[in-house]
């Protein structure tokens, strides 16, 4: 079954220098691959959704999709205190690709 | 407004009592799922539903039951809990294409004690 790890475990950067966030997984196959953040006792909000190879930009946050490397990224330009959260990592499995393995998550602190 | 819901948000069980978990949605989503989220895993899909009246089992399906009665409602009950069963619970929904995107609820948490 797919696995899916995230590194790294936690990350502090600076109000305004670019955070950067990896995501492996172990099947290749897959075609949905998708960031959510969590902040603390809240629900997960999607931020990128990413289908094929290359590079997917929603806002401030950027994808990065290289499925020979079994690798997807995310990018957060300009980042705030206010994206102080828990990052997830999430790739689609199943007939229709709609089931999710998720990663255990990367904590983001930004400081001002 | 918040299109898919909860409840309870948090709720202290016994062990060996019976728990029953609602999730709604106004999404006017096919599809429904449960997931647990623990310290040390990822979120962990445990029942889903594509239609109501009919539940599928996902990865960690035991110790669990679903129940979907309508298009709106999913529910998760735990027959007897038991202290594993700590966590917190995630009821998402999603339309039926292929790589639909999956809305989430704000999530229960569940301490059994």
């Known amino acids: 079954q797919q696995k899916v790890q995230q590194s790294p475990e936690s990350l502090t950067v600076s109000e305004g220098a670019m955070a950067s966030l990896n995501c492996t997984f172990s099947?290749?196959?897959?075609?949905?691959f998708r960031w959510y953040r969590q902040h603390s006792a809240k629900g997960l909000e999607v931020l990128v959704s990413?289908?094929?190879?290359g590079e997917k930009e929603e806002g401030r946050f950027t994808a990065h999709l290289n499925r020979a490397n079994l690798h997807v990224s995310l990018h957060i330009r300009e980042p705030q205190p206010s994206d102080s959260a828990v990052y997830l990592c999430a790739v689609g499995y199943g007939s229709s690709g709609n089931k999710l393995i998720f990663g255990i998550g990367t904590l983001l602190s930004v400081k001002p | 407004e918040a299109a898919v819901t909860q409840s309870p948000r948090s709720k202290v069980a016994v062990t060996g009592g019976k728990v029953t978990l609602s999730c709604h949605q106004t999404n006017n989503h096919d599809y429904m799922y449960w997931y647990r989220q623990d310290t040390g895993h990822g979120l962990r899909l445990i029942h889903y539903s594509y239609v109501a009246d009919s539940t599928e089992k996902g990865d960690i399906p035991d110790g669990y039951k679903a129940s979907r009665p309508s298009q709106e409602n999913f529910s998760l009950i735990l027959e007897l809990a038991s202290l594993s069963q700590t966590a917190v619970y995630f009821c998402?929904?999603?339309?039926?294409?292929?790589?639909?995107?999956?809305?989430f609820g704000p999530g229960t948490r569940l301490t059994v004690l």
């Open positions: 998402a929904s999603s339309d039926g294409g292929n790589y639909a995107e999956q809305f």
């Open positions: 990413i289908f094929s190879d």
């Open positions: 099947d290749g196959t897959s075609n949905n």
